[in-house]
């Protein structure tokens, strides 16, 4: 008998679990099927979780399911009942089954290389892991949001093309703009400096581009990054707001998203403790703490990878290195007045071995000190004229960091490499699929 196409409504597997004993309709993709003794045993999954359904011989649509391989589409209807010998503890006593979209052979088996779940990402992000990080990752999102707009912050959009460097040259994707040369994006620093000046207080959260030629764990090509800068605030302020917006985030995932996190094994004692203050360590007192641990380190370089792993086993929280060497660190950031060869910086390190996540400073207002900074970088003022005139035209101290969302989702998740925080990876050695 051939089932014919529900036309009641649909629930999603969560909301089935509140209908025990009651008829309903579900759809999704068969995430598992079997047959055994004239009995078929179907996983279904949806966005919202699995139930096995059981579909048993004479049911309508019984020959399609036998007939049916994972990940095909399908709609069942059925009645639920709590068995705790199902997977997670429901099953749906089918009474009609229909396929949607069939499905040929699975590419993607059990066990497989990481090369080939690579180049099948756009199947392999329906595995129920992926799907549990991208609702963490939603989560984070819509936190950012709320954070800044809660504090009266402005969301503004800064271009993703644009003519001049601001954190080095190395890293930089050119673009060929209509004949002349243009980059990708590394931050959205320069306009955001021009923009306080209309709105104060701003925010972005936007795609940067690195073309990093380091393969490490925690570099993508193009990440998510969120970015503010804020007029008429100083260093201090801008750590305190730097620990409030990760404690906030993190609170919000632990409290909307316990139960992906608890999928993924993560524990969440070390997440629990994420909450203001946050530890500041000088650039030299970390130097002093690699020492402690036989790691030789030369004054005046930013930390790889290595030292921040040594750096951040040491904590259990997040916690700030400040006062980088200037000539570590990008141009605009501000020189500090008690010890001239540093900066008013800090980057922020997630613990557990992690790493960076954020990047702030205070920003040098002085227009010649900015000029003379440009210089010494190797750039050319000429090309920074329109950023300059930020300087000319009512400068005010002002502040500003950016935060790595793929980096601080990768530490919630304690994942092990950062491309599994976002669906399509752009990395060194891939643009596919
Ligand atoms: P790193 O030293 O780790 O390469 P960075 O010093 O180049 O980082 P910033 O220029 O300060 O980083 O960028 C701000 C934030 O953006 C960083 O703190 C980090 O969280 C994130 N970030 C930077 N580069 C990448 C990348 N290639 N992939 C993912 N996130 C990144
Ligand atoms: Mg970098």
Same mark, same amino acid.
């Given at each position: ?117 690579? *180049? ?16 963490? %990752? ?28 601001? &954190? ?5 994707? &050119? ?42 764990? %925690? ?47 993560? *524990? ?7 909450? +203001? ?119 005010? +101290? ?34 596919? +699929?």
């Amino acid at each position: 008998m051939k089932a014919k196409k529900e036309t009641g409504k649909f629930i999603s597997i969560e909301e089935s679990r509140k209908n025990v004993g009651k008829k309903v309709n579900l759809r999704g993709w068969v995430y598992r099927i079997r047959e055994s003794k004239g009995i078929i045993f179907l996983v279904l999954r949806d966005s919202s979780g699995i139930m096995q359904c059981v579909i048993k011989e004479g049911i309508p649509g019984f020959g399609d399911a036998q007939k049916t391989l994972n990940e095909a589409s399908v709609e069942l209807s059925g009645r639920v009942i709590k068995d705790d010998r199902a997977p997670e503890g429901f099953e749906l006593k089918a009474e009609g089954f229909r396929v949607v979209g069939p499905a040929e052979d699975f590419p993607i088996k059990k066990d497989q290389s990481t090369e080939l779940l690579l *180049d099948h990402r756009h199947l392999w992000i329906r595995s129920r892991r992926l799907t549990q990080i991208f609702k963490i %990752r939603s989560e984070l999102f819509g936190a950012i949001d709320s954070f800044f707009r809660g504090r009266g912050f402005y969301e503004i959009q800064s271009p993703s093309i644009t003519s001049s460097a601001c &954190e080095g040259g190395s890293t930089l994707f &050119e673009v060929d703009y209509f004949g002349s040369k243009s980059y990708l994006t590394q931050s959205w620093q320069l306009y955001a400096e021009a923009m306080i000046a209309s709105l104060e207080k701003i925010y972005c959260i936007a795609p940067s581009f690195r073309a990093e030629k380091s393969r490490t764990r %925690r570099h993508l090509a193009e990440y998510w990054h969120a970015e503010a800068e804020m007029a008429w605030m100083d260093m201090d302020e801008n750590l305190k707001l730097q620990e409030e917006f990760i404690s906030f985030l993190v609170q919000e995932i632990l409290k909307k998203r316990k139960k992906e996190l608890e999928f993924l094994g993560r *524990d969440l004692k070390i997440l629990e403790k994420v909450k +203001p203050p946050f530890e500041r360590v000088t650039y030299d007192e970390a130097l002093e703490i690699l020492k402690k641990k036989g790691i030789k380190f030369q004054w005046g370089e930013d930390f790889g990878i290595d030292e921040e792993k040594v750096l951040t086993s040491q904590f259990d929280k997040p916690f700030f290195v400040v006062n980088y060497p200037r000539k570590a660190k990008a141009f605009y950031m501000k020189v500090n007045p008690e010890n001239p060869k540093t900066v008013l910086c800090a980057d922020m390190f997630a613990p557990e071995g992690y790493g960076e996540i954020t990047g702030g400073s205070e920003r040098e207002t002085g227009l010649k000190e900015l000029v003379k900074r440009i210089k010494a970088g190797g750039g050319n003022p000429r090309d920074y004229q329109w950023y300059l005139d930020t300087r000319r035209f009512g400068s005010v +101290p002002h502040s500003g960091f950016g935060l790595g969302v793929e980096r601080l989702l990768m530490w919630i998740c304690k994942l092990d490499h950062i491309r599994d925080t976002i669906a399509f990876p752009r990395t060194i050695n891939r643009v596919y +699929p």
